[in-house]
């Protein structure tokens, strides 16, 4: 708790660097640019420079929540018809990427917001990638997981298995050509990373390699400062990123859970569970009918928002049954299934799985959450999407930049389908709420299609049962699966997975009504501790007096820092 400022994020060395900034009269937007360029240090795995990121914040100047678009489009060479010669889209290497808008991002959020200059809100980052710093045990994991990946490039083991094997926890990790870069950021902003030295670089090593990325993709990318979308949940306005975030599936199913007694059902009872879990499968159906990027979609946003038609939608939970992978609805026209669709449900009583291991190999992303003496509030989430991005460090720049092409659909007529200078639907989306017009709660996570599901259920736990922000995030929760994932060609695994202090309470219920439940040792998706919600960090600002309260899940290297 404090009362001076609060930075709630995803490593130590990231939490202190934005309390450094804040110490030295710094604000929340001098802060997250700090932070943002320590990810890069420290979690380059998951996020950083060569990715991309959505911000919501609190402007205590202009007493209203903007939102910042720093993600970046296709390339213009990146085609269907390119990829579907090649029979996929590539999870790595040089075709996996496409427009990084995260720098982009922080530098508008910087010149607009800000009060401070690069060079100091640099100078942790910088510091850190100079000098090295110790890995830690979370980051060792996936830079050994992503040997494979990365060895086929030699200016990644250059990079990272300097001494022919991963960097182990403990060691030290040094930096130079990505301290090098950043100095750069310091002399010339953004305008060095898009149309600088940086790249220029860029260019030259996806041409050599065959990748899709240019000079004139960079150069020509802007990010934006937007409206963010919002919803009212319990006297609360709350705000959400907008597409082409999935921002409004957290807003969407809200809005189906305001027309039941969530109260009276108890905190992750089953029937709670259920209803939960039935709500974002809706919710999830409609963000893979209509959410993409505006700019070449005409998204339906108020229809998906307004409350007559998620009563309407509401009506499709049974409480005795859950739904099989739902359809989804009409919301132009109110109706609660689109046309041409049905809602089934499943009739048979499911075994529960027990299996003895659950291993997702792939990395994350990274976020966090800030609040300050001046009365701004910060919610950011940014990544690189698999681990160490596109696998292919770039020569001489100390930066790998994203493996985010996966995300875009090879379909005809898919509304995520790819076109050059469309931007992707983005899973990434920091949320944020006031209280009476003033500035309450700050939260986010990674974790892909489980971010909006572990974000709500943690925000239900503080608004709903009165946990504190700690508390809340380190409830159990649940994850379900029972949707087209993100990933081309979306899957649907059709899981409803619990660790098992949930698993021996619920499991067998849950399950008696046709979910296909698994249950874990450990909290999904990281496996850390015996219950969480994502790695979700949470600051929440007490409308009455003031205070700040910062939380932080017990996984990864999650760390908050304040006074």
Known sequence: MGTYGMVAAEHPLEALAGWEILEAGGNAFDAAAAVFYMTTVVEQHQAGMGGDAFMLAYVKELDRVVFINGTGPAPELATRSY??????????????????????????????????????????????????????????????????????????????????????????????????????????????????DLALQFDKIYRENGGRLRYSDLAAYQPELLDPIKTSYEGL????????????VMLMALNLLENYDLRAMGHNSADYLHVVTEAMKLAFADRNQWISDPKYVEIPVDELLSKEYAQTRSRLIRMDRAMAPPPPGDPTNGEAVLKGTSVEYVTDISQVDY???????????????????????VSVTHSVN???????????????????????????????????????????NPALAT?????????????????????????????????NVQQAVESPTVTSSAFSASNYPGTIRGMLTMPVELGNHVADNLASRGHKVEVLPLQ??????????????MIMIDPVTGIMHGGVSPAKSDYVIGR
């Open 83 to 196: 990829f579907r010669e090649l029979g996929s889209i590539s999870n790595s290497g040089p075709n996996a990427t496409d427009v990084p808008g995260a720098v982009g991002g922080f530098d508008l959020a910087l010149n607009t917001f800000g009060s401070m200059s690069y060079s100091q809100v640099l100078q942790p980052a910088i510091r850190a990638a100079r000098d090295g710093h110790p890995l830690d045990f979370w980051a060792s994991i996936y830079h050994e997981r992503a040997a494979d990946k990365i060895s086929e490039y030699p200016s990644s083991v250059q990079v990272l298995m300097p001494d022919g094997r991963p960097i182990a926890a403990g060691e030290l990790f040094l930096q130079k050509d990505l301290a090098s870069s950043m100095e750069k950021i310091v002399s010339g902003g953004a305008d060095a990373f898009y149309r600088g």
């Open 237 to 248: 306005e709350v705000y959400q990123s907008a597409p082409n975030s999935q921002g409004i």
């Open 355 to 377: 299996p003895d291991s659950w291993t997702k190999n792939d990395g994350e992303t990274s976020s966090f959450s800030i609040s300050d003496q001046f009365g701004n509030l």
């Open 386 to 428: 698999g681990s160490f991005g596109s696998g292919m460090y770039v020569d001489g720049t100390g930066i790998v930049l994203n493996n985010r092409m996966p995300y875009y659909s090879l379909t005809d007529g898919d509304v995520n389908e790819m076109i050059p200078g469309k931007r992707t639907r983005h899973t990434i």
């Open 435 to 467: 209280k009476d017009g003033k500035p309450y709660l700050a939260w986010n996570t990674p974790g892909g299609d489980n971010q909006p599901q572990a974000m709500l259920q943690s925000f239900l736990a503080v608004v709903l049962f009165g946990a």
């Open 524 to 537: 999904q998706p990281y496996r850390q501790a015996t219950s969480g919600a994502g790695a979700v960090k």
